[in-house]
């Protein structure tokens, strides 16, 4: 079993920058795939980002594309997302995922094919 581990959630004004992590054990070193979903208040988890181990191939859901970025330090089991120029709609709580498996970068964005998550970190943009 993976256990996943975010942190660094927070409360941060319109345009504003948070830099999550997701440190995960166990056998982390199985989890080819590893991503990012967020719940936002009243709303379904929804995707963010996704990462391959192996060649670091990234997909965005095209609401955070060209603001948040997904990267991973394989040697420590950890995944972070940097978040830049936030806005109220990014307001949720953010889920690390991770799976065994190594799919095409179409299919990253699936949940239903992570078997492992984490509790979640909030954060909350607002002036």
């Known amino acids: 079993q993976v256990q996943l581990v975010e942190s660094a959630g927070g409360l941060v004004p319109p345009g504003g920058s948070l830099r999550l992590s997701c440190e995960a054990s166990?056998?982390?070193?199985?989890?080819?795939?590893m991503a990012w979903f967020r719940q936002p208040p009243g709303k379904e988890r929804e995707f963010v980002a996704a990462?391959?181990?192996?060649?670091?191939?990234?997909n965005y859901a095209g609401a955070v594309k060209g603001r948040f970025t997904i990267s991973r330090d394989n040697t420590k089991n950890t995944v972070h997302l940097q978040m830049n120029s936030l806005k109220p709609d990014d307001t949720a709580v953010y889920y690390c995922?991770?799976?065994?498996?190594?799919?095409?970068?179409?299919?990253?964005?699936?949940?239903?094919?992570?078997?492992?998550w984490g509790q979640g970190t909030q954060v909350t943009v607002s002036s």
């Open positions: 166990g056998r982390a070193s199985n989890m080819n795939t």
């Open positions: 990462i391959r181990r192996g060649d670091r191939a990234t």
């Open positions: 995922a991770a799976a065994t498996a190594n799919w095409i970068i179409s299919a990253m964005s699936r949940k239903e094919g992570y078997e492992s």
